[in-house]
């Protein structure tokens, strides 16, 4: 098999492009983001959500979240993380892939590069999502990288069991809004898992460690996982949350995160990210022992 790379519409943008390679497909578009809009088996669902009211729009100031996938800072302050994605993207194809790169922010003054290489015989992609400084003094930031899945999966995220005596071994983030008695949430054993209700508005958000490096979202019969590299003893933000995720009634996040850099004029940071698409997995219940078989699942590599 081999990756192709072609130029379409999707969802109301018209200039977008499409990396194959026949089992999958992701399609980014290039005249806003840069934003992955689209990653789903070929001819098949978009893993991803697409807000409907900010499908195919361009330009203007105000911060839109048109779903799918895309490259911030954090930690998270206002107008800082919400300087607008609005504009068009350069973008190169390199070998079994894209990469697109944001012109500068203005008054922000990052540049954010996503580099997307999709494997030519599976659905497994490797993302490497650059920040660099364009501005004049030095900013501390990490990197912050979320995926906008689709409504009505749940999402499956392990838990720390290291064995440390007498010393905690995690801690759990939560947010102002983030209510534990949920009924969104399950707090296992072994997993924290989230399910996602199209017919719940009201946010929820938890961020973790997440040491083991991987979570799994399950929707529609497929199981879409992201893998990337827990940094122990370095500095996250968010209360040292390398993880986290949120939800609301159209969409539920998966995100993760770098490590805490003082970034300097004309220097980059980059975070990796790793997916894969499993097909014919089952929806489960809030189940330790089904979550047990995902996990298994997702070793077999």
Not at 68 to 86: A, F, I, K, Q
Not at 202 to 230: C, D
Not at 274 to 296: H, M, N, S, Y
């Amino acid at each position: 098999m081999s990756v192709s790379i072609n130029k379409v519409a999707f969802a109301g943008w018209e200039n977008c492009i499409q990396i194959s390679n026949g089992i999958v497909d992701i399609v980014a578009t290039v005249d806003v983001g840069p934003r992955l809009i689209r990653y789903g088996f070929t001819g098949d669902v978009n893993e991803f959500a697409v807000k409907e009211e900010d499908a195919g729009k361009v330009g203007g100031n105000q911060w839109r979240n048109y779903g799918g996938h895309r490259l911030w800072h954090s930690p998270e302050v206002m107008p800082r993380t919400y300087s607008p994605d609005n504009e068009v993207v350069d973008w190169q194809e390199i070998q079994n892939g894209v990469r697109l790169i944001q012109k500068p922010e203005p008054w922000v003054n990052m540049q954010k590069e996503i580099t997307v290489i999709l494997s030519p015989d599976s659905s497994e992609v490797k993302l490497i999502h650059k920040i660099t400084n364009t501005g004049a003094w030095a900013v501390k930031l990490a990197p912050w990288s979320i995926s906008v899945m689709a409504t009505g999966g749940i999402e499956i995220i392990p838990q720390i069991d290291k064995d440390t005596g007498f010393l905690p071994n995690r801690s759990v983030v939560l947010w102002p809004y983030s209510k534990m008695n949920d009924h969104r949430v399950f707090w296992g054993e072994r997993y924290i898992a989230l399910k996602q209700d199209p017919d719940m508005k009201s946010p929820f958000k938890l961020g973790t460690q997440n040491e083991k490096g991987w979570v799994a979202y399950i929707n529609n019969g497929h199981m879409f996982v992201k893998r990337y590299t827990h940094i122990t003893g370095a500095e996250y933000p968010d209360f040292g949350a390398s993880f986290e995720t949120y939800t609301t009634d159209w969409m539920i996040e998966i995100e993760t995160l770098g490590p805490l850099v003082e970034l300097q004029p004309g220097s980059s940071v980059e975070h990796v990210e790793e997916w894969e698409l499993i097909d014919g997995v089952k929806t489960p219940d809030f189940d330790e022992v089904a979550f047990d078989e995902i996990a298994r699942l997702i070793k077999i590599k």
